[in-house]
């Protein structure tokens, strides 16, 4: 009885792990809860390949949208937090060369600092840096962080809703944009709605570009590999594209 007491006491302590600081050069690893020093919150990196941070009452807050996918994540040690398929990076959160630490927070947030303490990425984040997503897939629903960028699966392509409100398909690098959705200097908000309809908004809660589809068989906003910016039903019908 001991001896079972004893093996499960391990067990449970091999899945959680109560430090909340990692350091560059940790492996997370799959299964294994880190919490926050308050017991509130935690990261783990799922079976099906998916980094996500929950609350106690296992309410995703945020999470690297790698799930079927993701085999490895790591807090690397350049700093750089990275969730790869095999050797294919598919989320990254852009810190290499700058991250000192990765924490989970007391409030939820998970936090890259620098090494004078600043914070430089954050899962609860509408500053410079919200990370690289390279699924090509954007569901609805999803708000746009700024500077967020989604890239296409290759990572050729990527679109991303920058700091002046203007929400932009670049391929490779801000040099050669090929769409965007004119709103420089009057977009507050950009999202792909519930309704199917990818929409920019200013302070004011006027729609300054809109795709003016709504379909309740929309199924998927895709930045693809050829260079376009589609919006798709369940069936795999176009319903609006950026070309």
């Known amino acids: 009885m001991k001896t079972k007491l004893n093996y499960l006491l391990a067990l ?3 899945t959680q792990f109560f430090a909340q600081i990692l350091n560059p050069g940790t492996e997370i690893a799959k299964e294994r809860k880190y919490y926050s020093s308050n017991s509130s919150y935690y990261l783990v990196f799922q079976g099906d390949g998916n980094l996500v941070m929950y609350n106690r009452d296992r309410v995703a807050l945020w999470d690297a949208k790698t799930q079927n996918r993701g085999t490895r994540a790591i807090f690397q040690d350049d700093g750089n937090l990275v969730v790869y398929n095999n050797a294919s990076a598919i989320f990254a959160s852009n810190t290499n060369g700058r991250g000192d630490f990765l ?5 939820g947030n998970l936090v890259v600092y620098g090494s004078r303490g600043s914070a430089i990425w954050a899962s609860k984040s509408q500053n410079a840096n919200s990370g690289s997503y390279y699924n090509g897939v954007i569901n609805k629903g999803k708000r746009f962080n700024k500077e967020e960028k989604n890239y296409s699966a290759s990572g050729e392509y990527y679109l991303v809703f920058q700091h002046d409100g203007n929400l932009v398909m670049y391929y490779r690098s801000k040099s050669n944009p090929i769409w965007s959705s004119n709103t420089q200097g009057r977009g507050d908000r950009a999202v792909f709605q519930q309704d ?4 920019v908004y200013d302070q004011n809660n006027i729609a300054v ?3 003016n589809r709504t379909n309740r068989d929309i199924d998927k906003l895709t930045v693809q590999d050829d260079g376009n910016l589609v919006i798709y039903t369940y069936n795999d019908q176009v319903v609006w594209s950026a070309k």
Do not use: E, P
């Open 12 to 14: 449970l302590v091999s």
């Open 103 to 107: 924490k989970i927070q007391d409030d």
């Open 196 to 199: 199917g309809n990818l929409v």
């Open 209 to 211: 570009f809109a795709t």
